[in-house]
């Protein structure tokens, strides 16, 4: 499909409410399998976008307990080697 084909294919999002988005077309609709495609191009981004927030939060979390630790440590008295 070439650009002016697909451009004239894509529709304008005219209004969401809750989980339905109305969508208007200039010209001919496009075939049902793209619109289907789309959406589960639309799920498996979702998914990869919770993934990656998971990991960052994670991520945050692990290094604040990390420095916690450290910090921690770092007030224990030395031991000298005589016990």
Do not use: K, T, Y
Request: aromatic share 4%.
């Amino acid at each position: 499909m070439n650009r002016e084909s697909a451009a004239h294919r894509s529709g304008v999002v005219v209004a969401v409410r809750a989980s339905v988005v109305d969508v208007r077309f200039g010209g001919a609709l496009p075939p049902i399998h793209a619109l289907l495609r789309a959406d589960h191009n639309v799920g498996e981004w979702l998914q990869d976008l919770h993934a990656r927030v998971h990991r960052l939060r994670q991520g945050g979390i692990d290094e604040e307990r990390f420095e916690g630790i450290a910090g921690f440590d770092a007030l224990l008295p030395r031991s000298s080697g005589h016990r």
